[in-house]
């Protein structure tokens, strides 16, 4: 069996209600687009199931993923979806992270380091890389980017001297400089991208039930994404 080398999290949020109830899958189409279009394996880690994770026992999760991928031979990749309410405990986790192994590469993305990409590479220097935007084709290259420079290197490897300039959506460092690259254009057909891994996420009955109050009974829910964006330009909103 296969040993993942890309570990995606989705990180508990003790704030709100918002992230409890459904499986994460933004987090599950990077994982799909990965096995299906760079056979490369993942493990999707939800936080949230059963109520949010303690910390230290997310940070136990983590460290004994990347032992694992390590000892098989594997270059991990941690990716952490963040949206505001779960910032600090994503930039704890990197810190947690990086304390031990500081050769692992560790990407944030969703809502917040779309939008606040270059104040997450000031405030948390565990954080190698924000993606922006959509992430299937970002997340693709940047694990082949990853891959090439592990294959390439003859001396310790420092993640540093890995040069993110060609690819859309990245802000990342270069030395001292926060490098924002263009914006990667939205996808136009979502046809192209293969529908999420649920198989790598826990099944629905261990997320919580709805109350069905029409036919008196508690149900299974799951969720689905059927388009992206918005066809409207409201001036208020970050989202278009």
């Not at 949020?13 to 096995?35: C, H, K, N, S």
């Not at 299937?136 to 290197?153: A, F, G, K, M, P």
Request: overall charge negative; hydrophobic content about 40%.
């Amino acid at each position: 069996m296969t040993v993942p080398e890309v570990l995606f999290i989705s990180p508990p949020d003790t704030d709100t209600r918002e992230f409890r109830g459904a499986q994460p899958l933004g987090i599950a189409y990077l994982a799909a687009v990965l096995r299906q279009k760079a056979s490369i394996t993942s493990e999707l880690l939800d936080a949230n199931v059963g109520g949010p994770m303690p910390f230290d026992v997310l940070v136990g999760r983590v460290l004994t993923f990347i032992a694992a991928s390590k000892a098989a031979g594997g270059h991990p990749v941690v990716g952490i979806s963040a949206v505001t309410q779960v910032i600090s405990s994503a930039g704890a986790l990197a810190d947690r992270i990086k304390a031990d192994h500081p050769d692992v590469l560790v990407v944030l993305g969703g809502y917040h380091p779309t939008f606040a990409h270059q104040e997450i590479l000031q405030d948390f220097k565990s954080v190698d890389l924000c993606v922006r935007g959509e992430g299937e084709q970002t997340i693709l290259e940047i694990v082949q980017v990853w891959r090439d420079y592990w294959s390439s290197i003859r001396i310790s490897p420092r993640i540093s001297d890995i040069d993110w300039g060609q690819i859309f959506g990245v802000t990342w460092r270069r030395g001292d400089e926060i490098v924002a690259n263009p914006s990667r254009p939205n996808l136009t057909n979502l046809d192209t991208i293969p529908f999420p891994a649920r198989d790598l996420l826990p099944p629905l009955d261990a997320y919580a039930s709805y109350a069905d109050t029409v036919a008196g009974k508690m149900r299974l829910k799951a969720s689905i994404i059927s388009s992206r964006g918005c066809p409207f330009h409201c001036n208020f909103c970050s989202i278009i």
